[in-house]
């Protein structure tokens, strides 16, 4: 059994990875979930991965793409992914403001 080609960094509870996680499992995207440091001085892996401390954050093997933010993230998945569409109705207020501060 081989390794999901998509690794998505998350905390719990964190309403970003949330959009991102009901992205994936919309898109039928098998992946892999490693939940980082809640505390934001201690996301090194995910620093070295995308240069920043916030999550979410995914890596994908499939097409060499690392990136963060979850608007950034959904717009990449439902472009390669999907239909090419971002379902406006699951942006949150938030997240179409400004990013993730998680």
């Not at 996680?21 to 996301?43: I, M, P, Q």
């Amino acid at each position: 059994m081989s390794e999901p080609a998509i690794t998505l960094y998350r905390l719990q509870a964190c309403p970003f990875c949330e959009r991102v996680v009901r992205v994936l499992n919309d898109l039928d995207l098998e992946y892999e979930s490693r939940f980082v440091e809640a505390r934001h001085s201690r996301r090194d892996a995910v620093k070295r991965l995308t240069g920043a401390r916030t999550v979410p954050a995914i890596v994908d093997d499939n097409t060499g793409i690392t990136m963060s933010e979850s608007a950034n993230i959904v717009e990449y998945l439902q472009a390669t992914y999907g239909d090419g569409a971002t379902d406006a109705t699951r942006v949150t207020a938030s997240a179409a403001s400004g990013g993730d501060d998680e």
